[in-house]
T-cell receptor
Framework: AQSVTQPDIHITVSEGASLELRCNYSYGATPYLFWYVQSPGQGLQLLLK??????LVQGIKGFEAEFKRSQSSFNLRKPSVHWSDAAEYFC???????????FGAGTRLTVKP | GAVVSQHPSWVICKSGTSVKIECRSL??????MFWYRQFPKQSLMLMAT?????????EQGVEKDKFLINHASLTLSTLTVTSAHPEDSSFYICSARGDYPAGREQYFGPGTRLTVT
C-alpha cells in the first residue's frame, strides 16, 4: 500500500520569504499526488495535483510542486509567503483502482509578520 | 463543478445515542465515496470506502458495526455512528469520486464535527 511522509511537523517563515514543504511517498508505480490546505475547523482545499506529464505543477494561490520520481518526492513551494497562507498542509497519494488516498501527517505553517 | 456537501456541519449528541451524517455529491454521480476521520491536530485517516450498491470496505481497526455506512444512490452516502461515546468525538470528512469529471480525483466535503457528551 502507498504511504506518505511529511518530515516537518511545524515550519515558521517570515512573510515574504520563500517556502518549501517536503513530501515523500512510497508506492510501487506512478502515484497520483496531491497537496491540500486546511484552515482550523475547516475542510480541505485542493492546492494542486499531479497525475502525469509535466513534473512541475502549478496550483492555486501561487503554489507549485515538483514531482521527482528518483527521490520519491513531491515538494510544495511558494516564492513569497503571505500571512493568509498560515494553515495546515497535507500531502496525499492516491493509488489503486479506487484511488485510495493516504495522507501525510501534515505540516503546520506559521507566518511571522 | 464537483461539489460535495455534508450535513450536518456540526452535531452534539449524548453518549449512547446514534447520529447520522450525510454526504452528497451535488453535481456529479459518485460511484465511490470515502469516509475519513480526523482527530484534533492530526491527519485524515481513511475509515471506509463504499461503492454504490455494495457493502462498504472498512479499514483495519474500524468497527463496521459501530460506523454504519450506506451508499444507496449515486449521490448520497451516510455514516451512522451507533451508540456514540466521547471517544468518537472527531471531525468526519467524506469525499466522492466519479467517472466524470475526473475518475482519479476525490472531491471532499466540508466536514462534520461530532461532539459526544
Amino acid at each position: 500500500a502507498q504511504s506518505v511522509t511529511q518530515p516537518d511537523i511545524h515550519i515558521t517563515v517570515s512573510e515574504g520569504a520563500s517556502l518549501e514543504l517536503r513530501c515523500n511517498y512510497s508506492y510501487g508505480a506512478t502515484p497520483y499526488l496531491f497537496w491540500y490546505v486546511q484552515s482550523p475547523g475547516q475542510g480541505l482545499q485542493l492546492l494542486l495535483k499531479y497525475f502525469s506529464g509535466d513534473t512541475l505543477v502549478q496550483g492555486i494561490k501561487g503554489f507549485e510542486a515538483e514531482f521527482k520520481r528518483s527521490q520519491s518526492s513531491f515538494n510544495l513551494r511558494k516564492p513569497s509567503v503571505h500571512w493568509s497562507d498560515a494553515a495546515e498542509y497535507f500531502c496525499a497519494v492516491g493509488a489503486g483502482n479506487n484511488n485510495d488516498m493516504r495522507f501525510g501527517a501534515g505540516t503546520r505553517l506559521t507566518v511571522k509578520p | 463543478g464537483a461539489v460535495v456537501s455534508q450535513h450536518p456541519s456540526w452535531v452534539i449528541c449524548k453518549s449512547g445515542t446514534s447520529v447520522k451524517i450525510e454526504c452528497r455529491s451535488l453535481d456529479f454521480q459518485a460511484t465511490t465515496m470515502f469516509w475519513y476521520r480526523q482527530f484534533p491536530k492530526q491527519s485524515l485517516m481513511l475509515m471506509a470506502t463504499s461503492n454504490e450498491g455494495s457493502k462498504a470496505t472498512y479499514e483495519q481497526g474500524v468497527e463496521k458495526d459501530k460506523f454504519l455506512i450506506n451508499h444507496a444512490s449515486l449521490t448520497l452516502s451516510t455514516l451512522t455512528v451507533t451508540s456514540a461515546h466521547p471517544e468518537d468525538s472527531s471531525f468526519y470528512i467524506c469525499s466522492a469520486r466519479g467517472d466524470y469529471p475526473a475518475g482519479r480525483e476525490q472531491y471532499f466535503g466540508p466536514g462534520t464535527r461530532l461532539t459526544v457528551t
